[in-house]
């Protein structure tokens, strides 16, 4: 057993660096409106502003990267180190996940509702070009919010405010950019033969399920995509522990930290849901598209959209579980019918590797 715990010490270290990247998608606009953009502070001095934009990405990610957080400096680690820790946990989800798989293959509550002509699981009001339109309206409101707020932190604010700040003007644009569509929905008629959504009750009880399913799955996924990016590049995972574990974990929890764990745990789940389960995903849904082939497209752009946020020793991991992800969020809301399960479900994923992080460390 202590030969399995300790080979499976580099299948955690792989997991938790490859979610690292699991950036909201207004951190993933502050890392391309970030880049090359400059002003200077009140003495005068050029500060880079894409490399605060670029800091940004990998601090609104943390919430969700319990294991960069904890991968502390081996010199300075006591006998139990965070991959220990991990190295349990990971091997407690490449045991469940075939299990989850195999219970999953023998349900039939699990399925999306499946009717004649894939009716809606909501009814949902907006037309298929719509949704695209507001998705990418949202994307360049987002990047003018995080333009708006690098102008107007003060030069002397911290770096933990200056990262907090960013992170919410970004945040704050692309929800701007959602508005329209309360206009347009309140004005539209709903359709006739669109499938009834669960009660909220049942919704948020699905949302925890799916939750429960998609920790193992996304890890174990995770985990096999770093060992086949090892076996192909040969190159190691980045070790980004440092800089983030002194800000994030020795921190004190001041009104900074809190705002940033808030806009990964409520601001990004929101929004990524409104975006993506909600403009892209019916979009594709009302043009003919099954429950299914609905949800891969947005689970596929969903994770393809932080690319740029993804290094290249990360990448298959990063992006296979991110699409695990997107896909079982896609297909929760086809089987509730309601966004706001997925926003559960979204702000539990993070909550809960926010908690681990900081209990463990």
């Known amino acids: 057993m202590r030969s399995l715990i300790a080979s499976s010490e580099v299948l955690a270290r792989a997991f938790s660096t490859s979610t690292l990247f699991r950036a909201t998608i207004s951190s993933s606009t502050l890392d391309m409106m970030g880049r090359g953009t400059r002003t200077r502070n009140r003495k005068e001095r050029e500060v880079d502003e894409g490399g605060t934009c670029r800091a940004a990405v990998m601090f609104a990610a943390l919430p969700v990267s319990p294991g960069i957080l904890l991968a502390a400096d081996p010199a300075a680690a006591g006998p139990e180190t965070p991959e220990s820790s991990f190295a349990w946990m990971t091997v407690m989800n490449l045991v469940l996940a075939?299990?989850?798989?195999?219970?999953?293959?023998?349900?039939?509550?699990?399925?999306?509702?499946?009717?004649?002509?894939?009716?809606?699981?909501?009814?949902?009001?907006?037309?298929?070009?719509?949704?695209?339109?507001?998705?990418?309206?949202?994307?360049?409101?987002?990047?003018?919010?995080?333009?708006?707020?690098?102008?107007?932190?003060?030069?002397?604010?911290?770096?933990?405010?200056?990262?907090?700040?960013?992170?919410?003007?970004?945040?704050?644009?692309?929800?701007?950019?959602?508005?329209?569509?309360?206009?347009?929905?309140?004005?539209?008629?709903?359709?006739?033969?669109?499938?009834?959504?669960?009660?909220?009750?049942?919704?948020?009880?699905?949302?925890?399920?799916?939750?429960?399913?998609?920790?193992?799955?996304?890890?174990?996924?995770?985990?096999?995509?770093?060992?086949?990016?090892?076996?192909?590049?040969?190159?190691?995972?980045?070790?980004?522990?440092?800089?983030?574990?002194?800000?994030?974990?020795?921190?004190?929890?001041?009104?900074?930290?809190?705002?940033?764990?808030?806009?990964?745990?409520?601001?990004?789940?929101?929004?990524?849901?409104?975006?993506?389960?909600?403009f892209i995903q019916q979009s594709a849904r009302k043009v003919g598209l099954g429950p299914w082939p609905a949800s891969i497209i947005t689970g596929s752009l969903f994770a393809i959209m932080h690319l740029s946020a993804i290094p290249d020793e990360n990448r298959i991991s990063a992006l296979t579980s991110l699409a695990v992800l997107g896909v079982a969020l896609g297909l929760l809301r086809e089987r509730a019918g309601r966004l706001d399960a997925c926003i559960l479900a979204h702000s539990g994923f993070n909550l809960f590797n926010l908690l681990l992080a900081t209990a463990v460390a």
């Open 98 to 278: 075939p299990v989850i798989l195999v219970l999953l293959a023998r349900s039939q509550g699990w399925r999306p509702p499946s009717r004649r002509g894939h009716p809606l699981a909501t009814p949902w009001r907006l037309s298929p070009m719509v949704g695209p339109m507001l998705f990418g309206l949202s994307l360049i409101l987002g990047g003018l919010g995080v333009m708006v707020a690098s102008r107007l932190i003060p030069a002397d604010a911290s770096n933990m405010w200056r990262i907090t700040l960013t992170m919410w003007g970004g945040i704050g644009g692309s929800l701007l950019g959602c508005l329209p569509a309360a206009v347009i929905w309140k004005n539209q008629v709903r359709p006739i033969h669109a499938a009834r959504p669960m009660r909220p009750f049942s919704g948020f009880l699905a949302a925890g399920l799916t939750l429960l399913i998609s920790i193992p799955l996304v890890q174990t996924v995770s985990v096999l995509g770093q060992l086949i990016q090892e076996w192909i590049s040969s190159e190691t995972p980045s070790n980004l522990a440092h800089a983030t574990l002194r800000l994030m974990v020795d921190a004190p929890r001041d009104p900074a930290w809190w705002l940033l764990a808030a806009g990964a745990v409520i601001g990004a789940p929101v929004l990524e849901e409104i975006l993506y389960r909600g």
